[in-house]
């Protein structure tokens, strides 16, 4: 069965490039989006089996557009590609249930590796990502949990983003005031008081890069 | 037409090498670093090098420099992220006649390659003017510095101070505080606060 590849990567580019490149291997791309709203409703609507996703993206970015693309084409296989190496990164993908993390600074061989291995049943992770960092996903003990819920990371990332109450309601099709209590429930749970902290909170959890 | 491709992100390289070929253009060269370029351009004198910015030991500009005169046919396009700020009065300094940014799209890329082995300068349309501008009057096409003062009422501004506090602070008014803070936003070319403590983060004035 021929396989149907959604991409996501804000650098258009870099992912018509990645289609050139995935086409001559005998994938079949039919999506490309430039943010993580796009790919998740191009997931929904197109019924991709595999999903490669940058992480940096702007409206949402990929780990939290992946936990949405898992919840609703069961059985896809996700795999982010992207040029964070850092522990944080990598950990937050492993908590999300993500199998394949592959850095741009490897070949794309890895990138067709990793579909391969993650087909198979495997994790694969790009080589120079520090085996401290498996070590502490297998030992778990490291991994602290998540304050925040899916929609509240969503909601946080446009905050970050400068968006208003009114452009972050529009942007997750909710109420304005759903939004603005998501966002005072947001600040209550991280004891922040103000947007510039939201940013920085946001910066060092990785929803937007600074 | 022979092109030279230079980025250390090795998938970025191999997709923009794709998408050439298909287009018709011989990849003669793929470099990961500046000083790679600089040697696989003098060794093959590419017609056109597209050289990313953010490269390890030598940037793309300075390799641009260094091929005037050591591969003067090779035209030069630069590659770079909004992120990065690469200067587009410094790539024209250097005899670069293409800047490119990565979240163009390949058609917009390709375009450029063919205009500047033509011989014509391609920069992005809204660079274009203030650069060449710039030039030709020699002043800096750049964004003006901030003052002193400004860059402490950004700092306050990216901790999370108010208004009220920063004044307390520096022993202002609000209203001066307030008037820097639009100063600062204008300069800046930023038009929401969220950007302000992302700016301060890049460049590294505050920690995140």
């Known amino acids: ?210 | 037409m022979h092109v030279l491709l230079a980025d250390d992100h090795i998938i970025f390289r191999e997709s923009l090498c794709a998408l050439l070929e298909d287009e018709g253009f011989d990849v003669m060269g793929e470099a990961a670093t500046g000083p790679e370029a600089l040697r696989m351009a003098e060794a093959g004198h590419p017609d056109v090098a597209i050289l990313d910015y953010n490269m390890p030991e030598l940037d793309g500009i300075s390799v641009a420099r260094e091929l005037q005169k050591s591969s003067p046919h090779t035209q030069t396009v630069l590659l770079t992220s909004e992120e990065d700020n690469a200067s587009a009065v410094e790539a024209l300094r250097a005899g670069m006649h293409g800047y490119v940014y990565k979240s163009q799209t390949a058609a917009d890329l390709i375009s450029t390659i063919r205009e500047v082995a033509r011989g014509a300068i391609h920069f992005n349309t809204h660079l274009a003017a203030g650069a060449l501008n710039a030039l030709n009057t020699g002043a800096s096409s750049e964004p003006e510095p901030l003052t002193e003062r400004e860059r402490q009422v950004l700092i306050l501004i990216a901790k999370g101070n108010t208004t009220r506090n920063i004044a307390k602070q520096l022993g202002l008014s609000a209203k001066t505080v307030e008037s820097h803070r639009s100063r600062i936003m204008q300069k800046l070319h930023v038009h929401r606060a969220a950007e302000l403590i992302r700016y301060a983060i890049r460049r590294q004035l505050i920690t995140p």
């Open chain 1, 1 to 210: 069965m021929q396989q149907r590849i959604l991409l996501a990567d804000d650098h258009p580019m870099f992912r018509q490039g990645l289609k050139a490149l995935l086409e001559r291997e005998g994938f079949q791309v039919v999506a490309e989006a430039s943010d993580g709203h796009e790919a998740v409703r191009l997931a929904r609507q197109l019924n991709p089996t595999i999903a490669v996703l940058d992480i940096g993206m702007p409206l949402l970015n990929g780990i939290d557009a992946a936990r949405q693309i898992m919840k609703q084409n069961v059985g896809i296989q996700v795999v982010l590609l992207t040029m964070y190496e850092e522990e944080a990164y990598v950990l937050e993908a492993l908590r999300a249930g993500i199998r394949g993390y592959v850095l741009k600074a490897q070949a794309a061989n890895d990138l067709l590796g990793a579909i391969r291995e993650i087909q198979r049943g495997s994790v694969y992770l790009s080589p120079g990502i520090s085996k401290t960092v498996v070590d502490a996903y297998v030992g778990k003990s490291e991994l602290p949990v998540d304050p925040l819920t899916d929609r509240e990371r969503q909601v946080l990332q446009l905050v970050a983003e400068g968006k208003t109450t009114k452009e972050v309601a529009e942007v997750l099709g909710l109420s304005a005031k759903t939004a603005d209590s998501h966002r005072t429930r947001i600040m209550q749970k991280l004891e922040i008081h103000e947007t510039a902290g939201l940013v920085r909170y946001a910066v060092r959890r990785g929803f937007i890069k600074a």
